[in-house]
């Protein structure tokens, strides 16, 4: 069974810094591309940043572009998220996910139960 | 930018009714549409992908259609457990991967 976990949410001042952890398992998780999304309270969901599974393509959304890196370690099934520079804006419940086509495409399945990151002061 | 804009916001529905939900495309993007469902607390499931083909274990009850804009999801007799928001998805080989703003299915 697919299992991913999340950690490292909490809450951070505007202007600092968190560092989201992915555990997965249940699959070959260098095979697969990885992402977050994220949910703010109440509202829907958006994609953050993607990367592939030989660590060589990251992708960011324009909201997070230059503040946020993703990475990997495949020898530890793990995928980071590094949140700088964060603003209020960034508080929202992240979710990790994994790449579900075999394929080009990027639909998401299974998702990990998220982690909730607020910035406040 | 492609916009997805899903319609209802909110449907009520009594149990055991047809539910019918509505993504439609800013641009065509033929069949590269999924569906998802979010229970509160939750995190989302992957019901429905290529926009019509069904993920695994998801009950028959749910269905996908359409191509080019316009997309349905339809849930044939509402279950309790199937009150919930869902959302639509556009995906291609890059990004932005797009979701839509959800509908909320509730209890009539």
């Known amino acids: 069974e697919v299992q991913l976990l999340e950690s490292g949410g909490g809450l951070v001042q505007p202007g600092g810094s968190l560092r989201l952890s992915c555990a997965a398992s249940?699959?070959?998780?260098?095979?697969?591309?990885m992402s977050w999304v994220r949910q703010a309270p109440g509202k829907g969901l958006e994609w953050v940043s993607t990367?592939?599974?030989?660590?060589?393509?990251?992708y960011y959304a324009d909201s997070v572009k230059g503040r946020f890196a993703i990475s990997r370690d495949n020898s530890m099934n793990t995928v980071y998220l590094q949140m700088n520079s964060l603003r209020a804006e960034d508080t929202a419940v992240y979710y990790c996910?994994?790449?579900?086509?075999?394929?080009?495409?990027?639909?998401?399945?299974?998702w990990g139960q998220g982690t909730l990151v607020t910035v406040s002061s | 930018e492609i916009v997805m804009t899903q319609s209802p916001a909110t449907l009520s529905v009594s149990p055991g009714e047809r539910a019918t939900l509505s993504c439609r495309v800013s641009?065509?993007?033929?069949?590269?549409l999924a569906w998802y469902q979010q229970k509160p607390g939750q995190a989302p499931r992957l019901l429905i992908y290529?926009?019509?083909t069904r993920a695994t274990d998801i009950p028959a009850r749910f269905s996908g259609s359409g191509s080019g804009t316009e997309f349905t999801l339809t849930i044939s007799s509402l279950q309790s457990e199937d009150f919930a928001v869902y959302y639509c998805?556009?995906?291609?080989?890059?990004?932005?991967?797009?979701f839509g703003q959800g509908t909320k299915v509730e209890i009539k």
């Open positions: 996910a994994k790449k579900d086509d075999p394929g080009v495409y990027m639909w998401f399945a299974p």
């Open positions: 249940g699959f070959i998780f260098s095979n697969y591309a």
């Open positions: 990367i592939s599974g030989n660590t060589r393509t990251t």
């Open positions: 641009q065509s993007v033929s069949s590269n």
């Open positions: 290529g926009a019509s």
């Open positions: 998805q556009y995906y291609n080989y890059g990004p932005p991967w797009t």
